[in-house]
């Protein structure tokens, strides 16, 4: 059985990426996860496999990270991020909401792919943690009814920004 790449590739002047993560709330919480040594906190989720639906490349992650089948709602968030790190780091995140079953319990969070740590956090004290991509904070609070389409991108040296 072949399994289908990642949507991602690098380059000699970076790299691009397709991720895809779950708003997963509890209330005015949600939840974040971590790496171990990665130093931030980010929305769980993953990257898309060639050929794989987003929503189903969501639901796949998060069975993996978690060891749940949670159910994956409406597209939240379109998410353009460019940043640089070993050169120009261009990702498209698919942001979708995701309901926490309530036959779950909140700490119901230890299963998982090795090394990943994950907690509920207040929406409102997102600021308080290190928390990528930090442009998707004050989304997140503001909690839209929307499909909204984020562009994080601080100014790069030697790119031109369209205005």
Known sequence: ???AS???WSGP???????VAGVIRRG???????????????????????GEASDAALARELAEELGHQLHVGDLAFVVEN?????????????????AWP???????LHWG?????FCWLAVR???????????LVHVLQDRPDTLRHVIIRPELPGMQTRR
């Open 6 to 8: 990642d949507i991602s």
């Open 113 to 117: 792919e090795p090394g990943h740590k």
């Open 82 to 98: 460019v940043f640089t790190y070993n050169g120009i780091q261009h990702e498209i995140g698919l942001y979708y909401q995701v």
């Open 28 to 50: 005015d919480e949600v939840l974040l996860c971590t790496v171990d040594g990665l130093g931030y906190w980010f929305l769980p989720g993953g990257r898309v496999r060639l």
């Open 13 to 19: 002047d970076g790299s691009f990426n397709l991720r």
């Open 1 to 3: 059985m072949t399994v």
């Open 102 to 108: 309530s036959s779950l319990a909140p700490d119901d």
């Open 125 to 135: 004290s997102l600021g308080s943690v290190r928390f990528e991509p930090a442009g």
